[in-house]
């Protein structure tokens, strides 16, 4: 079947069509760089990240632009999130933003997601977000006051359409509107007057001031993208009011269509709440890769649908390890086994097994990406591989290949799960060469009959942890 996306616009699972065959437009609504990502960061970056990689899997080109926020994104106090942090940290606010970059990228790295197609700062694209605010003038959707400027919600009666909300009781919501320079509660700041001493400023035609936050995403999306563009995505904690917003500006300014599909990421949960910094209950990536491997942050992640909460445990990460563990040492074994197959056609029955799973591990994925159906079939594909490789028949180097070949496209390609070359088992780099150098001198004392010297290497080995195990295929080890 072909592929299927749940649209949050259409509220349904759709057919996909690209507006322009073999080719997608993508947006996602990037980080705002005043601090280090936290786990919610690294599972909206993961769920987008997967749907990249099955898309060019799937033959499709495509332009992934994910922007990076930094400027004019106000905390609920008012306060502006980068001044804030370069505050704090006691830096110029562009070194803030850089540092916070460069951490972020470094942290989608060891996630192993692949870097966006276009990464433009808010801050490089003024001039485009201010003719666009001008245009949005023009056509009778915004209101300047004393140099700021609004978008009126009540010039646009579909404001509201993705988040399910009536412009109407928006509008009613004025009672509570602390800023009286807004002709209703729901517009939005477009550009904002920059009082003295704010240090981020831009001219403008309306006097100095810096861009309102929803704005960047309409201008940079259609800058790169196009109007209308394919895929439109974020967490779901931002489909009301910044999606909403970027739906408005962009569809007000041109009369046509922005994004066709909307895709939402569902949040991190802690217990029963919501990761969210506000609530203080986050944890930052590098806290979490102190405690486990990136790769089994990423593990848990892929293991739940997109669009499902995520519940973030210490037990559910010490599973997502063993997990990782396990589907990584079945890959091993493939691997170390291959070295030694003996030449041969493949074996139909596995083929066959291999088609199979790779079909229902494809559907699972054309089901507007289920990734935890399909790590299910992944799953099932290790229990075969091991039972082969545990055989003590012989098995021929293309069967093996095959099985690889298998783990390589879905478990990597698709999913980022399986890296081209493993690392070692529970050790990186010299430790596991120091292990394998004294599993080689271990056989060599064992060669030469000196069994008791042999043995005192496995059992000095045990004593740090490292288990041998001894197979027709040579000596493993394991951490006990
Ligand atoms: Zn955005």
Redesign the pocket.
Known sequence: MPLQIYNSLTRQKELFVPLHEGRVMMYV?GPTVYDDAHIGHGKTYVNFDVVVRYLRYLGYRVRYVQNITDVGHMLDTGEDRILKGAARERIEPMELVERYTRRFFEDMDALNVTRPDISPRASGHIPEQIALVQRLIEKGHAYVVNGSVYFDVSSWPTYGKLSGRRVEELIQGARIEVNPEKRHAADFALWKRAEPGHIMRWPSPWGEGYPGWHIE?SAMATKYLGQPFDIHG?GVD?KFP?HES?IAQSEAAYDRDFARIWMHNGMVMVGAEEMHKSLGNFMTLRQAFERWSPMAVRFLIVGSHYRSPLDFTPEAMDAASRGLERLWGAVRSVRERLQTAPEGPADDDVLASLEDHKARFLAAMDDDFNTSAAMAVLFDLVRVSNSLVASPEPVTRDTLAAIDAAYRELGGDILGLIPPELPAEGLAGLAADLVQLLIDTRQELREAKQYALADQIRKRLRDLGIVLEDTPHGTRWVKA
């Open positions: 609504c995403c974020g931002n910044h970027e």
